[in-house]
């Protein structure tokens, strides 16, 4: 009987060192600092967070509370987490929410949801192990209790006893409003429908157009961008336009009394017109035809024109100021050209030296064939100077 009972002492103390070594080993595992991360928060508020609550990071389990104390005005929560995660750091004045009470429903357990790198628009260091987060950067859920005193205090400030209370009538500020409101809307329910309606359209049709509304928000980015750029000419500008009207404004009563002149000169024109307008067609038609005179006589006009400046030149030459005269030689049948084919053929035949033969001897009979006889040497004799009266005589 005894022999029995020993072996089965030595058995359960064998099993229940092997649970304990089991279970020190898996507290080892779990707290040994090199596996996780220790941080803590300060709340403030802690409703429903308990020890073993949830540390989440997008919704995935990172970790467990390890310890929820009140602490001041607020509360502070221990937690500890995987120490692969590696969770921002900033400083305490930063305006972000690092760590917040996520409430599934209204009577399940809370957990506590950390933020992660993509919170940080700039390079955060990693968060070091035992790092604290302040009040100021944590966020706790409104609170059923916290609704109910909230829609509670609405009631008394609209109730008898805040806005709607008085002591001149039956009805207070609140009521007042209520009943003009009301007899404002009496009778216009169509016209308020008509009006919904066509706030609907347009509103449908700015969601139509939001292509071209944002083509012309676009196409107005780009311009205020080009002022912009152009910021000293568009200054440059803006002061000159002020120059300008400084000017006009200094000169507003001589362009006042230009304006003032030019409206008499206009009616004075508009009455000569409708007075005169026969003759006025009558000397715009003969116009037309004198331009049309011109226009076909064109090439001859340029002639003219041509040769007008010479001739009045000559002109000049000829008046003799000591007789006062014009005189006059005309070599007729002469030439001017001493370069003349005619005259170096009547030169070369009249000193015997023009080729019997040849290209010249040819070249001489064809224009004397041409022009009837090669002239003399010479030309014919000048006419004597014809005598006028002096210029201004009589």
């Not at 229940?16 to 279970?23: D, E, F, M, R, S």
């Not at 500890?80 to 930063?94: G, H, M, T, V």
């Not at 706030?199 to 205020?224: E, H, I, S």
């Not at 224009?367 to 004799?381: H, Q």
Request: glycine share 10%; hydrophobic share 45%; charged share 15%.
């Amino acid at each position: 009987m005894g022999g029995h009972a020993m072996p089965r002492r030595i058995s359960r103390l064998v099993v229940l060192a092997i649970l304990a070594a089991v279970v020190l080993g898996a507290v080892v595992f779990v707290l040994l600092p090199g596996r996780s991360k220790t941080v803590q928060a300060r709340f403030e508020r802690a409703v429903g967070l308990y020890t073993g609550s949830d540390v989440r990071l997008h919704g995935i389990k990172i970790g467990s509370i390890t310890k929820v104390t009140p602490d001041g005005d607020g509360v502070l929560v221990r937690m500890r987490y995987d120490s692969k995660i590696e969770l921002p750091s900033y400083p305490d004045d930063a305006k972000v929410v690092r760590a917040a009470i996520i409430p599934p429903s209204l009577v399940s357990d809370r957990y506590v949801q950390l933020a992660d790198f993509d919170s940080c628009t700039t390079g955060c260091p990693v968060l070091g192990n035992g790092a604290a987060i302040p009040m100021n950067q944590t966020a706790a859920p409104v609170e059923l209790d916290d609704i109910y005193a909230a829609l509670d205090k609405l009631n008394v400030a609209l109730g008898p006893k805040g806005a709607n209370s008085t002591s001149l009538s039956a009805k207070g500020p609140l009521s007042d409003l209520i009943d003009v409101s009301a007899a404002n809307l009496d009778g216009n329910g169509a016209a308020l429908g008509s009006t919904v309606a066509n706030l609907a359209k347009a509103v449908r049709t700015l969601a139509d157009g939001r292509q071209d509304l944002f083509g012309t928000v676009k196409n107005l980015q780009v311009f205020t961008d080009a002022l912009v750029t152009n910021d000293a000419q568009v200054r440059k500008f803006n002061v000159q336009l002020d120059q300008v009207t400084s000017a006009l404004a200094e000169e507003r009563g001589s362009l006042a009394a230009a304006l003032r002149n030019l409206t008499v000169a206009l009616r004075d024109i508009a009455g000569f017109i409708q007075t005169n307008g026969d003759s006025i067609h009558a000397d715009v038609v003969g116009l037309k035809d004198v331009v049309g005179v011109l226009n076909k006589q064109k090439a001859a006009l340029n002639e003219v024109l041509a040769v007008a400046p010479v001739a009045l030149s000559n002109l000049n030459h000829t008046y003799n100021s000591t007789s006062g005269t014009l005189d006059t030689r005309d070599n007729l049948g002469g030439t001017q050209n001493p370069l003349d084919p005619a005259a170096i053929c009547a030169a070369l035949s009249a000193t015997k030296n023009l080729p019997a033969s040849g290209t010249i001897a040819d070249t001489c009979a064809a224009i004397a064939k041409v022009i009837g006889g090669l002239p003399p040497l010479g030309g014919t004799p000048s006419l004597p100077p014809i005598g006028l009266p002096p210029l201004g005589g009589p």
